[in-house]
């Protein structure tokens, strides 16, 4: 079976291109609906969990079994298997009137059962093929495990550490989102979506829900449209532009109305202006929270959903309940309603269930496919590439094999948080914890290992935390037993090594922070270890920046792990150890303090710039307390070995509206060790008809370079990469200079400029 063709139809109206994407109908799809009552119709446009996976909000769906024999229900999640899969497809096609078989959906947000590091780790290794490729494992274990549509990738930009659920995005940056959700959508998607190792994508959370004020979860977002077509909205449109199969909306409302009830964002902007030609399914009972906002009754704000563009309830049932009466009242369309029922057959048809209805509950694919020795190893690689060295002190690092090393750290030995947030299908106590994970890359070190403080002290803070398993487990022994237990290894030891910051589930959905400090009683520990005089070295666990002010001025060294994942021990063992040599990048930027935030790079010049040196001056924009910088910028990170810019030039002054000009630089591997490094280039657009960013990333490289090797890095640059929306929301550029650089941080100084000529 082939994807359909689309045509596409490009009308340039008057304020700005729109496109609208005609579709073939397709036979199979059209013959069903004809065949349809409007009650079979809304039936496919419910979704619902038997229960089984993260219920994320107060309900867990009812006689699933008995609806999808009715005929009321379009897809499940939280059911996984072959055979479950297989008899819950039975249902559905052996005993429901027309035998449609159902979308199975999970959320597979970094790996299925191989858990990779989180999001916002594997977007700090700023490797496309590695990100593909990640999510194409994640594809083919969940497909062989029955499921068919995976609601990842979540592409929310976030420059507010606060929202837990930053660890789950990539990042502040939309060009590097961009790319991020482009190598998602077709690494879960593949060619083709019939075969039965791929599956179908979801973009979420449309929109701007990374966003919300002070960065609780859940709260309004209000912004500009300007901020967001500039900022906020290009990951989603890079998941539409890759073919990505379906949409969620998200919880908040954008402009005083709630995502799942917003015409404007899910008709207008998603379908017309993007030519989207997919489904949209709301997040979990995302219609129902709409009463909550304040927008009327369940058959108010149901009728709202589908009027705006929404094709899929999840868990909710307020379509199941309401819609036929609003088409008998008229506050609603049968011919919408088809519409909605239309696009999720289609789907179906796309990812070839209507054709093979079993076409994911092969039961000799789980023990060949899932958790495989390749998995494994991938999973390993990419917590690798993940981390950031934040600091280096000392040449601590990287460690020898033979060293006498004192482990301490409430993470050090903690299968529960290796996973971190949303790894609902991964099971922690298959992961290798760091102390494991030493032992294995150096068998000949000596290695002793003590806990040194609680993650926590505080047990009302763990329960909260502790919701899907003991994250954080107070230990019975004092906080003063714990601390002496590991100074006294690490008066004996050459090094110590400390795995410290935030349990799995310190962020996360619903996991907001207004203190993003490393807990005190870790922090405790790591002020008494610093004090030993020995080479520190924190291993530093989060789902988010942190402020980590005070241990960047300690005597140690730092580097960041994120949540690594399944293989977090061996991965950490091999950087530490040098088998790797660290290449991460930040994708946020970490503030000095939460007095900063939001914060990030591509802030505006406004119209009195803080001073560059950092130092206060009354009556520009800066803070009595604080310079503005980022304690570490977005872009940043260390290696064992060190690399020099040089000869960043630009090859003409000029750019003719329909040319384009090379912009390179040759960066020297100066250190001692072999190294990759993330090259990035920023531009700053120095006059515009609205007002610019300070700089915005325009292209990056990874590359390797060998001990003293030199190579010379180039980047085309053409008036389409020069674009941005204006206050009509046209997407334009505009003659003028452009100021650039060259480098391994967003933190620099320009290197020149060109000028864009009419
Ligand atoms: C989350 C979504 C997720 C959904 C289904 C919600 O609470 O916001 O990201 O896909 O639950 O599990």
Known sequence: MKLRKKLSVLLLLLGGAVVTQAQEKIPEVEELLSKMTLEEKIGQLNLLTPGGGVATGSVVSEDVEAKIKAGNV???????????????????????RLGIPLLIGSDIIHGYKTTYPIPLGLSSSWDMELIKSGAQMAAKEATADGINWNFSPMVD?????RWGRIAEGAGEDPYLGSQIAKAMVEGYQGEDLTLPYTMMATVKHMALYGAPEAGRD??????SRLKMFNEYLPPYQAAVDAGVGSVMT???????????????????LLRKRWGFGGFVVSDYTSVNEMIAHGMGDIQDVSAMAINAGLDMDMVGEGFLTTLKKSVEEGTVSEEQITKAARRILEAKHKIGLLNDPYLYSDESRPARDILTDENRSLARKAATRSFVLLKKH???????????????????????????????????????????GLKNVAPDA???YAKGANIADDSTFAKKVNVFGERIQISEESSETLMKEAMNLAK???????????????????ASRTDIRIPESQKKLIRELAKTGKPVVLVLMSGRPLDISEEMDLPVSILQIWHPGVEAGNAVADVLFGEYNPSGKLTNSWPRSVGQIPIHYRMKTTGRPGPESGDFQKFKSNYLDSPNSALLPFGFGLSYTTFEYSNIKASSSELSSNGSIEVSATITNTGDYDGEEVVQLYIHDKVRNVTPPGKELKGFQKIMLKKGESKTVTFTITPEELKFYNSQLDHVFEPGEFEYFVRGTSDSEFDGSFTLKN
């Open 74 to 96: 379009g897809g499940v999640f939280g059911v996984s298997s072959p055979e479950k899969v297989r008899q819950a497809q039975e249902i559905a096609v052996k005993n429901s």
């Open 157 to 161: 930009i976030a420059r507010d550490p």
């Open 218 to 223: 859940y709260n309004s977002v209000d912004m």
């Open 250 to 268: 998200s919880f908040n409302d954008i402009d005083g109305v709630p995502a799942s009830g917003n015409k404007w964002l899910l008709t207008d």
């Open 394 to 436: 000392n040449n601590t690092l990287p460690l020898s094999k033979n060293a006498n090393i004192a482990l301490v750290g409430p993470l050090a030995n903690s299968k529960n948080n290796m996973l971190g947030t949303w790894a609902p299908t991964g099971n922690p106590q298959l992961s290798v914890p760091i102390l494991d």
């Open 446 to 448: 000596t290695i002793q």
């Open 492 to 510: 004996e030891a050459d090094v110590i090594v400390a795995v410290v910051g935030e349990a799995t589930e310190m962020s996360g959905e619903a």
